[in-house]
Every structure is written in C-alpha cells, then in structure tokens.
C-alpha cells in the first residue's frame, strides 16, 4: 500500500505497476476449454441465450485479462423488469450476476435487452460484464464505476459508442456537479484523454485503486484542462482507448463522429495474408469470391467484432477480417492475416444470418436418425437436392481407424444425419461441432416460431 492509495496525488505520484494491462488488447479467444461459463438463472428463450452467450464468450475473457484476473469464473444472468430507467444492472452485493431488462420496450430511449440483441443490446451486456469484472469498491464514485465501465465497453465492445464531446461548462459548474451527470461515456471519453494525453497510466491506476477504498479527487483542473483541448476521440474511439498512437481518423477526414453504421473505414495497407484461403462475401460461411494466395499484400479495411454462426452452441467465435484485395473486397479469418498498426472494427453488426448456404447433395443418400448407418433411416435424399448444414459431428474412428464425419442437416421439415461424403461442401467453410442437442440456425428458427414452435 502506497500513499499512492490517495488519489488526491495522483497526478503527480508515480507508480510502477506490474500492470496486466498494456495498452494493447489481449487476443484471447474462449474455446471450447473456455474457464468461464455463464448460467441462465432465468430463461431467456434459446434465441438470446444464444447471442448473449456467444457475445460473453467473445468479451468476457478479453475483459477479464484486462481488468482482473480474479474475476468470477461463473456468470449468472437474472432477469429484473422491474427498473424502466435500466436496461441491465449490476449490484454490489451479488458480484457474480448481471441483471438484465428483457421488457418489451422502455420509455425515453433507453435500451430493453428484449428486441434484437442489436448492438446497443449488446452495448449494455458489455458494459454491465465490466461491472462484474471490476468488482471495485462501492465506496468509488460513480462516475469512475460508470466511466470506466463504458471505457471497458468502447475498448473490448465493438468500439462504437458515440463519444463526442459533451457541453461545457454549465453555469457554476464544478467537476464533481458535471461528472455526476455526465457519468457514463463522458466520463469514459475524459479518461481516454486523460490516458493519451496526460497519463498514460491512468486507467490502470483507477482500476488498481477502485478496488481498495481509496479516495479519488483533485480532478477540477484536469476536467477544465480537457474541456480546452478535448482533441477528437470520437474519430476512433477504440483506438484511442487503447492508447495507440496515431490513430487514423474512420470518418476519412469529414469531419464529426464516426458513424460506423454508415460509413467504411479506410483501412491499412501493412497487411499481409499468412495462409492461402478464400475471400467470402460474408464474415460467415458463404460464396467465396476468389482464392487469396499465402503472402499477398492486401489492405485491411477492419476486423468483426467476432462473427458466431448463429445458433452455434460451441463457444466459438470467429473473427474475421474484412479485406481488399486488388479491387475486390471480401472477409478471410481474421487468424490468416497479419497487420500493423489499428484496424479498425467492422461497421456491419457482427452477426448475420446465414442466408447463403447452399448445399447439395452428391449422390442419392440416406438420412439417418442419428450419426450411424445402422441407426432409422428417415428419409432418401435425391441427388441435387439443397440441405442446411446445421453442424458437424464427426464418428469415431473404426476398427480399421477410419473415420467419418456426419452433417446434421435439414432438408425441408426433416432433420437428420447425412454423411460427409455426401454433401458438397464450398470449399473454405467450416462449421461448429455437434452438441448433444444441435441449436438451430435462426433462419430456421424463425420457421419454426411462425409456426407456433418455439422452445
Ligand atoms: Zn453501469
């Protein structure tokens, strides 16, 4: 314990920490060894629980490496209604759970976790799992609770919250009357600045103390400071957040927030191809455009936030990276490209449905009740004729250690098993392993609620 513990010094007490945070976003990817796990204490529906566990395995080991190594292992979602001004909540004295708003709508634009897990959906899951990894103190203001729990969303999210610069000053203002109003991405946006501009440290140092009792003040000067060189954050807010330097300017120098939305980054020539593979016109098993060979010198243009087959119950998550290459532009798996320098996050939501799978069958075939030829043959399939490949399960080996895999597949209403050997499968693709109970793409998920389905 330093007298650092008093941030009241902070500015001018330096630290040397063994900080586990660098500035730099750790690439960890959860897989199906993942350590944490989240749990459905109320039930959301397969549809949400799917995206939002898809979109916890995506961040929440990024934030844990970033922010607290002690962060719980388990996660539990609740559901409250209760709170029309909250979308999700936290509370201090259930460490380990996150509630979440699931009614259908809430008054004043405030985000209802119910709709379409859009990115906004997703925003307050983001920011609600920092809280849990902060575990910090309540004893801290809010605004370093808010404020570095939206940081933690901009810098592990998908980096797109608006962040531009908000009014000041109000009449008669002080620091602590601004921040308590200006809480979450204004506060957020003064520790970037902060961070680039005054204390490359800071955040590390909040994180560190917020934790402890520690008093927190002394920031009036800073806070006037910023106001008179807010610089413009909101060009890249991912990037400044993670410190780098020079961060290019997304809006392509025109000016104002970028609105990824809407607009396309301009991207990074420092990229190179490591492993020859295909070009696909989604971040998502689709139509592959062209080959790219191992070596070619291609221009980034950004990365998806991380693209889970919809409906995958695997734990894994793919990030693609969004490509140019000559004038055509497409998606390769982000693990095939090396690159200097940012790049940028994809403005596309990272999740789309899987609308262009086509998949014909080789040869007249069998489709069995489970992945063994021996098993009830539900129906024969013709040659020709289009499945959807809902995942893979592959065989055990044999006595003569061969080895086949099985598609579980649908074909119109029937779902079944249909051997490997034959479906033609678009070179490039992969698919998530079967589990006990396949999840169903939401494409046919939607079917089937038409239907009255639902599980
Ligand atoms: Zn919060």
């Not at 080789?362 to 539900?378: F, H, T």
């Amino acid at each position: 314990m330093t007298k650092c513990h008093r941030f009241g010094l902070f500015l001018f007490c330096l630290i040397l920490m063994g900080s586990i945070l660098t500035g730099q976003i750790p690439n960890v990817y959860a897989g199906n060894q993942s350590p944490y796990s989240l749990i459905f204490v109320d039930e959301l529906g397969d549809k949400y629980e799917t995206l939002i566990r898809n979109e916890f395995y995506r961040v929440y080991p990024k934030l844990v490496a970033t922010f607290n190594p002690n962060a719980p292992k388990i996660v539990k979602v609740k559901v409250d209604n209760s709170d029309p001004n909250k979308g999700g909540f936290y509370k201090f004295n259930e460490p380990d759970t996150i509630y979440l708003n699931m009614s259908k709508s809430l008054p004043d634009n405030k985000v209802p976790i119910s709709q379409e897990m859009d990115q906004l959906n997703f925003r307050v899951f983001d920011h609600e799992l920092a809280h849990l990894v902060q575990a910090y103190s309540p004893s801290t203001p809010i605004w370093i609770i808010e404020g570095m729990a939206d940081y933690a969303m901009i810098l592990l999210g998908d980096g797109m919250t608006d962040v531009s610069v908000p009014i000041h000053p109000e009449p008669k203002a002080t620091f602590s009357s601004e921040i308590e109003k200006k809480k979450y991405k204004e506060a957020a946006r003064f520790l970037i600045w902060a961070k680039n501009y005054k204390r490359s440290t800071i955040i590390e140092e909040i994180n560190k103390y917020a934790r402890q009792e520690t008093v927190f003040k002394n920031f009036d000067q800073l806070w006037e400071e910023y106001f008179k060189h807010p610089v413009a954050i909101e060009k890249n807010p991912q990037c400044y957040a993670a410190g780098e330097k020079n961060c290019p300017d997304l809006t392509n120098g025109k000016g104002g927030s970028y609105s990824p939305l809407t607009k396309e980054p301009d991207g990074n020539n420092n990229a190179i191809v490591t492993k020859t593979t295909y070009l696909l016109k989604k971040p998502d098993v689709s139509d592959s455009i062209t080959e790219v060979k191992a070596a070619s010198a291609v221009q980034a243009i950004c990365k998806t936030s991380g693209s889970p087959f919809l409906g995958d119950d695997s734990k894994i998550y793919h990030t693609w990276s969004y490509i140019k290459v000559g004038k055509m532009k497409g998606y390769i798996p982000a693990k095939y490209l090396t690159t200097k320098g940012f790049i940028p996050s994809c403005p596309k939501p990272s999740i789309t449905p899987n609308t262009e799978i086509r998949h014909l069958v080789r040869s007249d075939s069998a489709l069995y009740k489970k992945a063994d030829q021996n098993s009830d043959i539900l129906a024969y399939i013709n040659k020709g004729t289009e499945v959807d490949i809902i995942c893979v399960k592959p065989s055990k080996q044999d006595a003569n250690g061969k080895q086949d895999n099985w598609y579980y597949v649908q074909v119109d209403k029937k779902k079944g098993y249909l051997s490997a050997e034959s479906i033609k499968i678009i070179k490039g693709e992969s698919y998530p392993g079967c589990k006990k109970n396949p999840v169903i793409p939401s494409e046919l998920m939607k079917e089937e609620g038409k239907q009255g389905g639902g599980r």
